[in-house]
C-alpha cells in the first residue's frame, strides 16, 4: 500500500529513509545476531548506539558541555511534575506563561508543589498569540514556557528574558526544528513522537548546577533527575529501540546539514499553506500571522459542518489526520520535520480543488 501524507500533530510521521533503515536492521542489528530490543541495555553493543545517539543530539543543537541529556520515559507529561519537584527547592514558587493547552496544564500540576504565577496569559483570547510582556518575578525559582502550541498553532519567535532566573522550556512539538542557543535555558525537555522519533520516550535537557540532591526523601526515585544524570539514563531499562531510532533520525538531520537546513525547508514548507489560506475565501488561518506555528497549522472553513466534509474529503484522497484537536475544532495541518514540501503542495492543491467545486 502506498502511503498517505500523515498530518498527525503526535505521534507524527518519520522520515521513510529512517524507517526502511529501522526495518532492515529489526530482526537482526549489524552483526551483532539480534535485534536491538533484544539487547540488555548494559551490554557494549547497546552502549555504542546509546552514545552515539546522545553525542549526534549534542552535535545538532551545540548542547555545551555543562548540560546532561536525558532519555527517559513518561513523556513530556511526568516532566509536568517533575520539573516543579526537582527545581521548585526553598523558593517553592515559580511563574509559568500560560499559552497553550499543554502550558495550561503543566501550570495547573505545579500548583500541587508550591506556588505558581501567571507571568503571561493568551488563554482569554483563545491562545492566538504569544505575550510580548512577561511579569517575571526574579524571586522565582525558575520560570517556564511552552515554545510551540501544538493544538492552537501559535510560537514563541523570541525567548524570552528571564534574568538570572532559569528558563524551563517545553519544546515538544518544534524541537529540532529550528536551531536553538541552549545555553539561554536552565533545562529543556521534549516528548518524541514529533520530531525525535516514536512515542514512549522524553529527552530532557538539564543545566548541571540545577540537577540537585537536597531534595525530599519521599520523592519517587524515577521523579528525581540526580538519579537519570549519576546513571547515564541507565537506572532503569531505557527504551532502547525508541533511542536507536531517535539516532537514525539525527543523523538524518545531519546529513540534509542540520537544523540550519531544516530550518529552511519548515518555512518554506509552511508558508506553501499559510500563503493559500491567505487568499483563500473558504479557509482562514486562526493564529496572528506574527506567531504562526512552522510546526502546526490550524485552519477553519464557516461551519463545523464544512469542516467535518472537508476531512472526511481529504481523508478518501490520502490526506490522512486533518481533524483539528477535538477542544477547537476545525482542521489542524500538522507538518513537522518529517512531512516533506511535497505533502504540504499537495494537501493545498487539493484544498483549491474542493474550494473551487463547492463554490461552483
Not at 537544523?259 to 496572528?288: C, P, W
Amino acid at each position: 500500500m502506498e502511503r498517505v501524507y500523515n498530518f498527525a500533530a503526535g505521534p507524527a510521521t518519520i522520515d521513510p529513509s529512517v524507517l526502511e533503515k529501522a526495518q532492515k536492521e529489526l530482526v537482526c542489528y549489524q552483526d551483532k545476531g539480534m535485534s536491538v530490543m533484544e539487547m540488555s541495555h548494559r551490554s557494549a553493543m547497546y552502549l555504542d548506539i546509546y552514545n552515539e545517539t546522545e553525542a549526534l543530539l549534542r552535535q545538532l543543537m551545540g548542547i555545551p558541555e555543562n548540560y546532561k541529556v536525558l532519555f527517559l520515559q513518561g513523556g513530556a507529561t511526568l516532566q509536568f511534575s517533575a520539573v516543579p519537584l526537582n527545581l521548585m527547592g526553598e523558593k517553592n514558587t515559580a511563574d509559568y506563561a500560560d499559552t497553550g493547552n499543554f502550558a495550561h496544564l503543566a501550570a495547573e500540576e505545579a500548583k500541587k508543589y508550591g506556588e505558581v504565577r501567571i507571568a503571561a496569559s493568551s488563554r482569554e483570547d483563545g491562545y492566538t498569540f504569544i505575550p510580548r510582556q512577561f511579569d517575571w518575578n526574579p524571586d522565582a525559582a525558575y520560570a517556564y514556557i511552552t515554545t510551540n502550541n501544538t493544538i492552537y498553532g501559535t510560537r514563541y519567535t523570541f525567548v524570552p528574558d528571564t534574568g538570572a532566573v532559569p528558563l524551563v522550556a517545553d519544546m515538544s512539538s518544534n524541537i529540532l526544528s529550528e536551531p536553538t542557543d541552549v545555553s539561554k535555558f536552565g533545562v529543556i525537555f521534549a516528548a518524541a513522537q514529533k520530531n525525535i522519533g516514536p512515542a514512549g520516550m522524553v529527552i530532557a535537557i538539564i543545566r548541571e548546577d540545577l540537577i540537585r540532591e537536597d531534595l525530599d526523601p519521599k520523592m519517587p526515585i524515577y521523579m528525581r533527575y540526580d538519579t537519570h544524570a549519576k546513571n547515564d539514563s541507565m537506572y532503569n531499562t531505557p527504551n532502547c529501540w525508541a533511542i536507536y531510532c531517535c539516532g537514525k533520525v539525527f543523523k538524518y538531520l545531519k546529513s540534509i546539514g542540520g537544523l540550519e537546513e531544516m530550518h529552511k525547508r519548515n518555512i518554506a514548507k509552511a508558508k506553501v499553506i499559510y500563503d493559500f489560506l491567505d487568499q483563500s475565501k473558504m479557509f482562514k488561518g486562526t493564529v496572528e500571522p506574527e506567531f504562526r506555528s512552522l510546526m502546526n497549522i490550524p485552519f477553519v472553513t464557516e461551519s463545523a459542518e464544512l469542516d467535518a466534509e472537508v476531512v472526511a474529503a481529504t481523508k478518501a484522497a490520502g490526506y490522512d489526520n486533518l481533524k483539528g484537536h477535538k477542544s477547537v475544532g476545525g482542521l489542524r495541518a500538522s507538518v513537522y520535520n518529517a512531512m516533506p514540501i511535497e505533502g504540504a503542495e499537495a494537501l493545498v492543491e487539493f484544498l483549491k480543488k474542493f474550494e473551487a467545486e463547492h463554490t461552483k
